[in-house]
């Protein structure tokens, strides 16, 4: 199975902080990567798809870059609606596998 | 608009079964593959299962492979999960998910708003 590892776990920030996260896989996955958005009590919501293609609807401070095994996550300006847990996601083979998740908090 | 509706989680003790339904409805359901993903409380997002197109192909975590099955009914645009010999660790929120495809790569781009499965006694 591939392992997907987010870093750090959580992070603390203020509203206009430029957000980096980071998703490792154990191997290589290209660019079979998506990045979810979840707030509590909610259902997850797609980010980012194929590493770096933005979902229908995402704003455009959100950004997906990497490939192969290295993969990043990164808010230009964080917005109040952005406090929230973000995980990566595998779909190069299966089991797909999702990262621990980030947890963004307020600062 | 795409939508997705769970259905058919509660209590159910070790060892009991149930079944978890989705309806699906604002796509052409039967042209995509369907996901199964399930949290734990306070835990991450754990994939369960897939289910291709016309129910040609199945796909399981190898941690429910011959306890749960996923089926479809394409002429109903619904999804289903049974569970059978569930464990307590298999207490969680399910979710059912679209598979939309680019580039030849499959993500999760519309999901429904879960249904919480609790196992115990």
């Known amino acids: 199975d591939i392992q997907m590892t987010q870093s750090p776990s959580s992070l603390s920030a203020s509203v206009g902080d430029r957000v980096t996260i980071t998703c490792r896989a154990s191997?290589?996955?290209?660019?079979?990567l998506s990045w979810y958005q979840q707030k509590p009590g909610k259902a997850p919501k797609l980010l980012i798809f194929a590493a770096s293609s933005l979902h229908y609807g995402v704003p455009s401070r959100f950004d997906g870059s990497g490939s192969g095994t290295d993969f990043t996550l990164t808010i230009s300006s964080l917005q109040p609606e952005d406090f929230a847990t973000y995980f990566c996601q595998q779909s190069y083979s299966t089991p797909w596998t999702f990262g621990q998740g980030t947890k963004v908090e307020v600062k | 608009e795409v939508h997705l509706v769970e259905s058919g989680g509660g209590l159910v003790q070790p060892g009991g079964s149930l079944r978890l339904s989705c309806a699906a409805s604002?796509?052409?359901?039967?042209?995509?593959?369907m996901t199964w993903v399930r949290q734990a409380p306070g835990k991450g997002l754990e994939w369960v299962a897939n289910?291709?197109?016309?129910?040609?192909?199945?796909y399981y975590v190898d941690s429910v492979k011959g306890r749960f099955t996923i089926s479809r009914d394409n002429a109903k645009n619904s999804l289903h999960l049974q569970m059978n010999y569930l464990r307590a660790e298999d207490t969680a929120v399910y979710y059912c998910a679209r598979a939309d495809t680019r580039y030849v790569q499959y993500y999760l781009d519309s999901w429904g708003q879960g249904t919480l499965v609790t196992v115990s006694s």
């Open positions: 604002g796509f052409t359901f039967s042209n995509y593959w």
């Open positions: 191997q290589s996955v290209i660019s079979y």
């Open positions: 289910i291709k197109k016309h129910e040609n192909e199945k």
